[in-house]
């Protein structure tokens, strides 16, 4: 059997780390742990959600998402009078020092048109995040399984392609 040095074995699990942070930088962006949730068969969308932080003086825009899907779009939900809708934003602002959550009941990303091919836990889905400053961040999505803590009303799976 072969021993790892010590040198080794760090040299693995600082690896790994990297691979669980999940996360890319782009100047001074940081984009932390890309997702999305395994959606249905029939589902025509999925959201997609990650963390940006502006670790800058300067304030930034996410401005688009780029992936092979036939559209991808920035949305975020509004509720009123109990009901929660949809609705699409040309961009979110990153202030300077400042963190943005997209995550489920708020800002996200809606990939649409899955058209039959849903997203699967262990999946990966290769994005381009387009900000106005910092430019072009190529990211992956990872697809995770949905937990008892993102209940069904997260599912964006039965929304339909609309503006």
């Known amino acids: 059997m072969k021993t790892l040095t010590f040198a080794a074995v760090a040299a693995l699990l ?19 742990h890309p997702m999305a949730f395994e959606t249905a068969k029939t589902a025509k969308s999925g959201g997609g959600y990650l963390t940006i932080t502006n670790t800058g003086t300067s304030d930034d825009r ?53 058209n039959g091919d849903p997203f699967e836990v262990g999946e990966e889905v290769p994005a381009t995040l387009v900000f106005e400053k910092a430019g072009e961040v190529e990211v992956i999505f990872s697809i995770e399984e949905r937990t008892s803590g993102h209940k069904k009303k997260d599912d964006h799976s039965g929304h339909a392609v609309s503006n």
């Open 14 to 32: 600082a690896g790994a780390t990297s691979v669980l942070a999940h996360d890319f930088k782009a100047g001074d962006l940081v984009i932390d």
């Open 62 to 114: 996410l401005i688009a998402v780029r992936a092979d899907f036939p559209k991808v779009m920035l949305h975020t939900t509004e509720e009123k009078d109990g009901v929660a809708r949809m609705m699409h934003v040309d961009g979110i602002d990153v202030p300077a020092g400042g963190t943005v959550a997209l995550k489920p009941g708020g800002l996200h990303v809606m990939f649409m048109g899955l």
